[in-house]
């Protein structure tokens, strides 16, 4: 059983009118200029995330405004430095016990992450596992990407976040995550090098009560174990033809017909990665033992889509 979370964004694909670019290698992004080298403490990230909280005002239409208080690159930069020491330390397959509400796509709307923690409680009263794409398409990706970095700062084991195919640099840099930073800041352009050094240490899955499989895009034929997932190396700017690129970009489609030499995963629309059907699906939690598996990456008209 496949559960699709809701995503605030349409899906890609190859027929549409921006084609997706190709991802080429896997080198890694030359380091930016280090500004600082100290990084964010916990009485900064709780005084920004308090910030960042209360942001929203109403204009004269009754509008949610997101009013702009990160203005500082100096301590964006030392965040995501502080962040990316906890990232380092995590596994490429996170555990995590329940309860905890699992997320799909963000996408850049920063008002409906805030909804999200009105409606179903604040960390750290609540956990939460993101699963991915939290910049792009949206008009406030920094204030989301920001803001759940500070909270993994806060509570690293009340927040989980994982990486979706927008956390690469290809493709961010072609959906608007780089030219907001460059629009916001003088030097958005070595912010931008900075969030990618970040996301290349972001986890790729999790499972959630030992039966429930976690990741953003979807199952690999590479992929025959839990093992396969927990020997990924990071940091990694993923390449074609690899479980990392599966994970991030594979989708369930049970109508589509199978590649010539695997009977449960198929050539993908997108032009990258695969499809997989219900046998697919049924093989790995049978071998994984696994109840299920929650996946984003494609958005769906109610909170939850059953396939």
Known sequence: ?????????????????TKIPSITNGSPIESAREISSQILSDKEANNLM???????????????VVNDVLQDIN???RMIARSKEILQKECTLLEIAVPVNICGDIH?????LLRIFEQCGRPPYERYLFMGDYIDRGPNSLEVICLLLLLKILFPAKIFL???NHECSLINQ???????????????????????????????????GKRILCMHGGLSPKMTNLDALRHLKRPVDPIDDSIEVDLLWSDPDAKMSN??????FGPSLRGISHHFNQSAVLAVCQQCKL?????????VQVSVTIN
């Open 174 to 208: 072609a959906y608007g995550f780089r030219d907001e930073l460059e629009e916001r800041f003088q030097n958005g352009d070595l912010l931008w090098i900075k969030f990618q050094d970040l996301f290349n240490w972001l986890p790729f899955a999790a499972r959630v």
């Open 162 to 164: 994982l990486r979706g």
């Open 259 to 264: 590649g010539p030499n695997d009977p449960n």
């Open 75 to 77: 301590v964006i930069e």
């Open 50 to 64: 308090i910030k960042l909280l209360n942001c929203i005002t109403i204009d004269s239409r009754n509008r949610k």
């Open 1 to 17: 059983m496949v559960f699709l979370m809701q995503s605030s964004s349409s899906v890609e694909n190859i027929g549409s009118k």
């Open 291 to 299: 109840d299920f598996i929650v996946r984003a990456h494609q958005v």
């Open 108 to 112: 850049g709307q920063f008002v409906d």
